[in-house]
């Protein structure tokens, strides 16, 4: 297990479990996603911080189950650290904080990156991307609410130069 460091503000630590993840830039990659994540929502990235879990679906799936009782793999997994006291949303003026951990599990990404011909780094930037508005209290459920979510990662991803996953 090794530690990347992301460049720049030190928003997201890195840690390496799965070596396969070497290929990428796991640091540069999660730092840029994380940044634009939050400066879409109005935040400041700068002093805040995030750290990744670069695993395999093995790992993930036990993590799964320990934290959502679903015994099998998944893509991203995120736990907001709760330092925040409403979701954020845009102008929201906020001091640094620790937001979460995120996860990600190495077979599951690789093999749905293939299956929608993307890049590994693409999907994986939009993974972090979603997790990391989970970290800030968006969801999914609903279906405004996934209007929401969905708006801001396409506004995010086109920031990045990443196309809109949903079309």
Known sequence: MTADPAPGAGLVEVVIEEPRWSDLDMGGLAERAAAASLVAVGMTPAGHEISLLACDDARIAELNAAFRGKEKPTNVLS??????DEPARPGLEEEA??????????????????????????????????????????????????????????KTLASLGVANPYT
């Open 79 to 84: 736990w907001p650290s709760g330092e925040l």
């Open 97 to 154: 904080i620790f937001l979460g951990d995120l996860a990600l599990a190495f077979e599951t990404c690789s093999a749905e990156a293939a299956e929608a011909g993307l890049s590994l780094e693409a999907h994986v930037t939009h993974l972090v991307v979603h997790g990391v508005l989970h970290l800030l209290g968006f969801d999914h459920e609903e279906d405004e609410e996934a209007d929401e979510m969905e708006r801001i990662e396409i």
